[in-house]
């Protein structure tokens, strides 16, 4: 279940940017101590990422349904 649909829609978007931000800075330190821990962050970042996405898309498919748009794929193309 996505970050967003447990906490409220704000804090949800000042907790991805808090954990980015931590992933920012752990980036260069772990670096340091070895290359593959460089890959934590990164895949942090990604994750995170993704559930700023996710969300988004939601709203973009409900907004078009309610003006009654067609999803693609939906079978009545």
């Excluded at 000042?14 to 290359?35: H, N, R, T």
């Excluded at 895949?43 to 995170?48: D, I, T």
Aim: glycine share 8%.
């Amino acid at each position: 279940m996505p970050i967003c649909l447990l906490v409220a829609k704000r804090c949800a978007l000042w907790l991805i940017a808090l954990i980015e931000l931590m992933a920012l800075i752990a980036l260069p330190l772990l670096l340091g101590i070895s290359p593959w821990l460089a890959l934590i962050p990164i895949a942090l970042w990604g994750a995170v990422g993704w559930a700023l996405q996710v969300p988004q898309n939601n709203e973009l498919m409900k907004a078009r349904e309610a003006q009654g748009e067609r999803q693609p794929g939906s079978g009545f193309e």
